[in-house]
């Protein structure tokens, strides 16, 4: 597609709930992000997938909290048993390569998926 | 991973100023971007600037990849140029993922 879609922009779950969130990234994009932000901070890094390595899942914050990416392209996060905490709006985003040497690691982010646990 | 400091947290510009905002790394860096988030929580990207500089209008950056930092220069600041402006590095040998500093929030008054 022309840009990173996410879905859904929003969702209030019930605390202990699971939740799914999407993310379609860019057509040939191969590295995609997920990163958390919540109320007036900074952007916390969650899981990174390029390619078909193993994904660094060195930002997930518990076992609760688990990242697909079928055929190199969809990805979702799931969280499972959601808590009051997990409440932020969670980003999305892509970029042609993650070599780390050239532009093509530009990454463009989606409009996010803003989370609400009661 | 790496450490990003940004400085100031807090910017409160009259329309038509210039400002420098910065960004500090704990270690080099091969890809650092800037970002800016509006007030309805979109991030675009503003550079991608491991080093040297370029400019786009009346936004510059440049980064001393040597000396860790990179600023961002804000000219003729207008209005629109409010929100929150993130720097990001990559240190490749760290990993591979980009790690944001804090956000300086720019307020820009008519």
């Known amino acids: 597609g022309a840009g990173v879609s996410q879905s859904p922009s929003n969702k209030v779950t019930e605390k202990g709930k699971d939740v799914e969130l999407r993310c379609d990234p860019i057509?040939?994009?191969?590295?995609l992000y997920w990163y958390r932000q919540s109320l007036g901070q900074g952007l916390e890094f969650l899981i990174y997938?390029?390619?078909?390595?193993?994904?660094?899942k060195s930002g997930l914050p518990s076992d609760r909290f688990s990242a697909e990416r079928t055929g190199g392209s969809v990805s979702t996060l799931t969280i499972q048993r959601t808590q009051q905490e997990d409440s932020a709006v969670y980003l999305c985003?892509?970029?042609?390569?993650?070599?780390?040497?050239?532009?093509?690691?530009?990454?463009?982010f989606g409009a996010g998926s803003r989370l609400t646990v009661l | 991973g790496i450490q990003v400091e940004q400085s100031p947290p807090d910017l409160i510009l009259q329309e038509g100023a210039n400002s420098t905002l910065r960004c500090n790394f704990s270690d080099s860096v091969n890809n650092l971007q800037w970002f800016h988030q509006n007030p309805w929580g979109q991030l675009i990207n503003l550079f991608y600037i491991p080093s040297g500089t370029k400019q786009n209008g009346r936004l510059s950056a440049t980064t001393v990849a040597t000396e860790r930092y990179s600023l961002l220069y804000i000219s003729s600041s207008q209005t629109t140029d409010s929100g929150v402006y993130f720097c990001a590095g990559l240190n490749k040998a760290a990993g591979n993922k980009l790690t944001f500093g804090g956000g300086t929030r720019v307020l820009v008054k008519p």
């Open positions: 997938f390029q390619g078909n390595s193993a994904p660094d």
């Open positions: 057509s040939g994009h191969t590295a």
């Open positions: 985003a892509s970029s042609r390569q993650s070599s780390g040497t050239s532009g093509a690691n530009v990454l463009t």
